[in-house]
């Protein structure tokens, strides 16, 4: 409770002081990150990686989805018929997750000095695919009425499979972190056929079952969902936290190394991910608030609420009435995990507010083909650490990459 409040108030204080600071203008630049303003594909050209944009990929109805690829390492450039590495980010993320610390520690590079072809999926709705053939996402209330259940149902089929053409490969390694992981469980389940084309599942922070989850801010949100529901459809925010320059801005002011505050500007990441002001590199946060939040839809956050308050790991609840003209029943029916066949290696820790290990350890149980569960050895590693930790490589990734290797 204590952590909690100092979090929150953290938080608010992060935001006077952010507010009260003077335009970014006059800000030092000598401390300033190089990669601060870059988005993903700058940043991987910044670090001498080849990187393709793969545009307007579109989903069957309707929306049009951006991926980045880099096709290969700095040493194995000629290196043909490449297994492929499809990497999905999580909730208000994008592309950027993967390759914002740089070459010395995100995934994206080592994977392609590793051999593999890397493929870094984006959501629709967020900074890269908030574009659709008919709808308007600043103008139509429909481009926003879909959750991880459409990006689990529909994108990521979409991708796999374009990424499949593209390569003439028949199967993919997936690597998911947070709701790349419950869109995973949910392609599965709704479309079992996809299991064809997975070689192997890495899920980081896997989400399915959220009834024991300790992050304060989902916990109000599980609280008040349907009043939240109800006030947000009112109102008419669909758009949950999209990219506008305010919270890049935020970073930069509130977060650049000569900043008092950014102690405070760090509680921010630990109110989102858990405790742990040792692996995180305060000094890299404007980079990622460059491209972080990337936006969602709120009934993305909704559907998580749901979860949470009901303990189940099942499809949006409509509401009594909608759901049996829907679902034919008062209530919405379960994902099927026995349907999720593809083996799967769990990368889960025990200071992760959102993955909570006995919620992990129950989903764990259900799976029918699980290869690997691994609790990484730092007690402290928390939920955002998976993609920004200093140590990722020693405490994660190299397992990861050695359980990958034992499926080529
Ligand atoms: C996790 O949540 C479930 C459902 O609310 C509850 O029954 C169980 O006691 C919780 N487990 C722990 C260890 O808190
Ligand atoms: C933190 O990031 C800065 C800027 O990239 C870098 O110079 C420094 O070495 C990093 N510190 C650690 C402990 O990784």
Redesign the pocket.
């Known amino acids: 409770m204590f952590d909690t409040m100092k979090n929150v108030i953290g938080f608010v204080l992060l935001l006077t002081a952010a507010l009260a600071q003077d335009a970014p203008e006059t800000l030092d630049e000598r401390n300033q990150h190089p990669d601060v303003g870059l988005n993903t594909i700058q940043m991987i050209q910044r670090q001498e990686y080849p990187v393709e944009e793969h545009i307007n990929i579109q989903t069957p109805d309707g929306y049009l989805l951006d991926m980045h690829r880099i096709p290969h390492g700095k040493n194995n450039a000629g290196q043909t018929n490449k297994p492929v590495a499809f990497v999905m980010h999580g909730l208000l993320s994008s592309s950027a997750d993967w390759v914002n610390m740089g070459s010395e520690k995100s995934i994206a590079y080592q994977l392609a000095d590793e051999g593999y072809d890397v493929w870094m999926g984006n959501a629709r709705g967020n900074t890269w695919s908030r574009k659709h053939i008919i709808l308007n996402p600043n103008r139509d209330s429909d481009f926003w009425d879909f959750s991880w259940h459409e990006i689990g149902s529909i994108d990521l089929p979409t991708m796999i499979d374009y990424v499949l053409r593209v390569t003439g490969r028949q199967q993919v390694f997936y690597i998911g972190h947070s709701q790349g992981t419950t869109a995973f469980w949910v392609m599965l389940s709704e479309r079992p056929e996809y299991n064809d084309k997975i070689r192997l599942m890495v899920a980081l922070a896997p989400i399915a079952y959220m009834?024991?989850l300790t992050n304060p801010f989902f916990q109000l949100l599980a609280m008040f969902h349907n009043t939240l529901e109800w006030i947000f459809s009112f109102i008419g925010i669909d758009e949950f936290l999209p990219n506008t320059n305010l919270f890049g801005l935020i970073g930069q002011i509130a977060c650049n190394d000569e900043s008092f505050v950014q102690g405070l500007c760090a509680s921010v990441f630990f109110l989102i991910g858990g405790w742990n002001s040792a692996q995180l590199n305060q000094s890299m946060i404007p980079v990622i608030t460059t491209n972080t939040p990337a936006g969602a839809a709120t009934k993305q956050m909704i559907h998580y609420a749901q979860g949470i308050s009901s303990?189940h790991f099942r499809k949006y609840d409509y509401g009594l009435i909608l759901n049996l003209i829907r679902y034919g029943s008062l209530s919405p029916p379960a994902y099927e995990i026995a349907n999720i066949r593809a083996p799967v290696g769990l990368f889960y820790s025990a200071n992760d507010w959102l993955a909570a290990v006995?919620?992990v350890h129950q989903f764990a149980n259900q799976l029918p083909n699980l290869a690997l569960q691994y609790l990484v050895p730092d007690p402290r590693f928390n939920h955002l650490d998976y993609l920004f930790a200093i140590d990722v490589r020693p405490l994660c990734y190299d397992r990861a990459l050695a359980l990958m290797r034992q499926f080529a």
Request: charge should be negative; aromatic fraction near 0%.
């Open positions: 009834s024991n303990g006995v919620d």
